[in-house]
């Protein structure tokens, strides 16, 4: 960790150079392969298949689940001696990325791989491992993941399925109603979450459906991802093994809040394979649609959207490798100390549960703009169920709902944040207190001959000063009560996010030169030039939002003109630069970079 890795928040302070973070460029020829195998199983095997997984078909799913488990898709994160690849977490994220054009089989896929396999992976004994894991890895049974009920959403602990001991000791009972359960209607082992007795906490249990007692609803049916597998599960009087708990007593949400953090950095490489697939949709129907004697694609409303597109997927991309390396770094880093690899796995998440709430809203929300414009530029077609961004528009929507609402995910970013402050763990108040003294100095305005690069890291630290001046001044006013005044935590989010973004795509063209030459980049440069452009007044509202919010009088005036300054940039001729970046992926008929 110590070559350049940050610890969860740590961005917001400290600075980093291109040269020590990972790329989507630099795959190597192994992840490469992989990735090759996925993406010729989506197109020629899932894709063809979606229309029918849509009318419920739950044998053609769990053949398709099979058919992955024979390519090594489904144990690419499972060790070797559970008959797995053991691949790193880069890898697995690679992938899932790939699996994710394949619309709703791609939740079937994540659900499988990541929620249901992972907690007995990382929590389960030795003997869980060895009896499941093979199984699981190799699609020869379906996992799912029972949490939800209906009274506990994003409250999951307050849920009521029980587990009461039988008299003989050998065995939990389980009672109890999930819902909306992924795979639920073609799996044969359940992670479900219950409480014991009267506990304060719930309890993880690994559930067989040959258990008995287990009585699976009809297939939902839904708005969008119809053809993966979504059921009510009633437990009746379920018998399970005792030595079929998962973990400790009472581990049960601590289980699932670590498994949550996992699945929420998943589906933002989920987002990014999808936004892929549905930018070349957009761009190659751009290219065919002739309107007024031309191609669509040469009007410039047309390139502003593609433009657009593809800028956005550019910066969620390159935070969620650089997030994932991170996670790798930190977990080899935990193991040369001596920690268990799933320890130091689960720590590595603990680590980052900020990066993966940020990249879960960011991901999810730039996934549902590019479905939104690829239907825009297709017009009346659509809307038509016979186009793949219909299909791609429905199947969106619920992103914003998996592993945590939005609304969720933003408060659980700057709640880690201040946990982490008032623990000693990040020192937010030092850099806070000193923006704070910086509103009674001169500015800096620079001596105007810095390099691309200079310029961009002079923003990026006025950025981070929006975000120390609002947040910092919030927790001096609000103290602990800050929780409850969830939209300023909301803009504070939403300042954090454009930060990390912008960031994370600079050290990327910051490397991709070193490796290729100026010339090569310049692109790249100018379409982050519109980024931050237009990442500076995001920045501004967010940041005048949450003053206006609590503060008054001279105070207000003050922090107000610190905002105004801190999110000043350089004019930008965005038309210019969005049409080049169009005409290049129009020139390549897909997402180019």
């Given at each position: 960790m110590e070559k350049n890795t940050l610890k969860g928040g740590e961005f917001l302070i400290k600075d980093t150079e291109g040269q020590g973070i990972f790329i989507p460029e630099q795959f190597n020829e192994e992840q490469l392969m992989m990735a090759e195998t996925c993406s010729e199983f989506i197109d020629k095997t899932v894709i063809p298949a979606i229309p029918q997984l849509e009318k419920h078909d739950r044998?053609?799913?769990?053949?398709?689940?099979?058919?992955?488990?024979?390519?090594?898709?489904?144990?690419?994160?499972?060790?070797?001696?559970?008959?797995?690849?053991?691949?790193?977490?880069?890898?697995?994220?690679?992938?899932?990325?790939?699996?994710?054009?394949?619309?709703?089989?791609?939740?079937?896929?994540?659900?499988?791989?990541?929620?249901?396999?992972?907690?007995?992976?990382?929590?389960?004994?030795?003997?869980q491992k060895k009896k499941y894991l093979p199984k699981l890895g190799s699609g020869e049974w379906v996992g799912s993941y029972c949490l939800t009920e209906p009274g506990a959403g994003s409250d999951a602990n307050s849920g009521k399925t029980k587990a009461v001991l039988n008299s003989a000791g050998t065995h939990?009972?389980?009672?109890?109603?999930?819902?909306?359960?992924?795979?639920?209607?073609?799996?044969?082992?359940?992670?479900?979450?219950?409480?014991?007795?009267?506990?304060?906490?719930?309890?993880?249990?690994?559930?067989?459906?040959?258990?008995?007692?287990?009585?699976?609803?009809?297939?939902?049916?839904?708005?969008?991802?119809?053809?993966?597998?979504?059921?009510?599960?009633?437990?009746?009087?379920?018998?399970?093994?005792?030595?079929?708990?998962?973990?400790?007593?009472?581990e049960g949400f601590k289980i699932a809040l670590n498994i949550l953090n996992i699945g929420r950095l998943k589906l933002a490489a989920g987002a990014v394979g999808a936004c892929?697939?549905?930018?070349?949709?957009?761009?190659?129907?751009?290219?065919?649609?002739?309107?007024?004697?031309?191609?669509?694609?040469?009007?410039?409303?047309?390139k502003h959207k593609i433009a657009e597109q593809v800028m956005r997927l550019f910066v969620t991309e390159s935070a969620v490798y650089r997030s994932s390396q991170w996670?790798?770094?930190?977990?080899?880093?935990?193991?040369?100390?001596?920690?268990?690899?799933?320890?130091?796995?689960?720590?590595?998440?603990?680590?980052?549960?900020?990066?993966?709430?940020?990249?879960?809203?960011?991901?999810?929300?730039?996934?549902?703009?590019?479905?939104?414009?690829?239907?825009?530029?297709?017009?009346?077609?659509?809307?038509?169920?016979?186009?793949?961004?219909?299909?791609?528009?429905?199947?969106?929507?619920?992103?914003?709902i998996f592993e945590g609402t939005n609304e969720i995910n933003r408060m659980v970013m700057i709640g880690e944040i201040l946990k982490r402050t008032?623990?000693?763990?990040?020192?937010?108040?030092g850099?806070?207190?000193?923006?704070?003294?910086?509103?009674?100095?001169?500015?800096?305005?620079?001596?105007?001959?810095?390099?691309?690069?200079?310029?961009?890291?002079?923003?990026l630290k006025n950025f981070k000063k929006v975000f120390?001046?609002?947040?910092?001044?919030?927790?001096?006013?609000?103290?602990?009560?800050?929780?409850?005044?969830?939209?300023?935590?909301?803009?504070?989010?939403?300042?954090?996010?454009?930060?990390?973004?912008?960031?994370?795509?600079?050290?990327?063209?910051?490397?991709?030169?070193?490796?290729?030459?100026?010339?090569?980049?310049?692109l790249y440069k100018s379409m982050l030039d519109v980024f931050f452009y237009d990442a500076a007044d995001i920045i501004n509202k967010a940041g005048r939002d949450a003053i206006n919010?609590?503060?008054?009088?001279?105070e207000q005036s003050a922090m107000l003109m610190g905002v105004k300054r801190f999110t000043k940039v350089d004019p930008v001729n965005v038309v210019t630069a969005r049409r080049a970046i169009a005409d290049l992926a129009i020139a390549e008929s897909k997402y180019p970079f």
């Open positions: 044998q053609l799913l769990s053949d398709l689940m099979a058919q992955a488990g024979e390519l090594g898709l489904l144990s690419v994160s499972i060790p070797e001696e559970y008959e797995g690849f053991g691949q790193n977490y880069v890898t697995s994220m690679r992938v899932t990325e790939e699996v994710s054009r394949g619309f709703s089989f791609s939740v079937a896929y994540s659900a499988h791989t990541g929620i249901s396999t992972l907690p007995i992976l990382y929590y389960g004994n030795e003997a939990y009972v389980i009672n109890g109603q999930k819902m909306w359960i992924t795979n639920g209607g073609i799996a044969e082992l359940f992670i479900v979450f219950a409480k014991i007795d009267d506990d304060k906490n719930l309890s993880a249990f690994i559930v067989e459906k040959g258990f008995g007692g287990i009585t699976i609803n009809p297939e939902e049916e839904k708005m969008g991802i119809k053809g993966s597998s979504t059921v009510q599960i009633f437990f009746n009087d379920c018998p399970v093994p005792v030595e079929n708990m998962l973990g400790e007593r009472n892929k697939g549905a930018i070349k949709e957009t761009i190659v129907y751009a290219i065919e649609r002739k309107q007024f004697g031309t191609s669509i694609s040469n009007f410039p409303a047309i996670i790798d770094d930190a977990v080899n880093a935990d193991i040369a100390k001596g920690m268990e690899k799933g320890a130091a796995y689960l720590e590595a998440m603990r680590q980052y549960a900020i990066e993966a709430a940020m990249l879960k809203v960011y991901g999810s929300e730039t996934l549902d703009f590019v479905v939104d414009e690829a239907v825009q530029v297709y017009g009346g077609m659509g809307y038509s169920a016979e186009t793949l961004v219909e299909r791609a528009y429905r199947d969106s929507r619920i992103n914003r008032m623990k000693g763990e990040l020192d937010l108040i850099p806070a207190m000193a923006v704070g003294g910086e509103l009674m100095q001169i500015p800096d305005f620079g001596t105007g001959t810095e390099t691309w690069y200079e310029q961009k890291k002079k923003y120390l001046l609002a947040s910092g001044s919030a927790v001096k006013k609000y103290g602990e009560k800050l929780s409850e005044q969830q939209e300023l935590l909301f803009n504070a989010a939403d300042i954090m996010m454009q930060i990390y973004m912008a960031e994370s795509a600079m050290l990327r063209v910051q490397k991709l030169e070193s490796m290729r030459g100026e010339e090569a980049v310049s919010s609590f503060a008054e009088g001279d």
